[in-house]
């Protein structure tokens, strides 16, 4: 059975960084697109990043373009997201999610799903 488990959500001020780390219990981690969403209080959740199975091609929602980066660890069966230069409305709860189709920004496409990170912006 898969488990997803997000850490190193927290509080930052604007223009500030934040690493979170999904780390993933199945040995067949790397055969699995990953990608990271979103939910902020009172929206829908939102499509932030994916990457294919082998970290060759990856996938930005326009909202983080050039702030966010996701990387992949098979061999340590985990994945990344460096967020860059946040801003107040990247506040939400954070959740990795995996695949079998090739980095979707769909979340209808991932099956398997962490219990989220929260990270909050402030001003």
């Known amino acids: 059975q898969a488990q997803l488990v997000e850490s190193g959500g927290g509080l930052v001020q604007t223009g500030g960084s934040l690493s979170l780390s999904c780390a993933d219990s199945?040995?067949?981690?790397?055969?699995?697109?990953m990608g990271w969403f979103r939910q902020a209080p009172g929206k829908e959740r939102e499509f932030v990043s994916a990457?294919?199975?082998?970290?060759?091609?990856?996938h930005y929602a326009d909202s983080v373009k050039g702030r966010f980066t996701i990387s992949r660890d098979n061999a340590n069966y985990t994945l990344y997201l460096r967020m860059n230069d946040l801003k107040l409305e990247d506040t939400a709860v954070y959740y990795c999610?995996?695949?079998?189709?090739?980095?979707?920004?769909?979340?209808?496409?991932?099956?398997?799903w962490g219990q989220g990170t929260q990270v909050t912006v402030s001003s």
């Open positions: 990457i294919t199975w082998n970290g060759a091609r990856t």
């Open positions: 999610a995996a695949s079998i189709r090739d980095y979707s920004p769909y979340g209808s496409d991932y099956g398997f």
């Open positions: 199945r040995r067949t981690f790397s055969t699995y697109s």
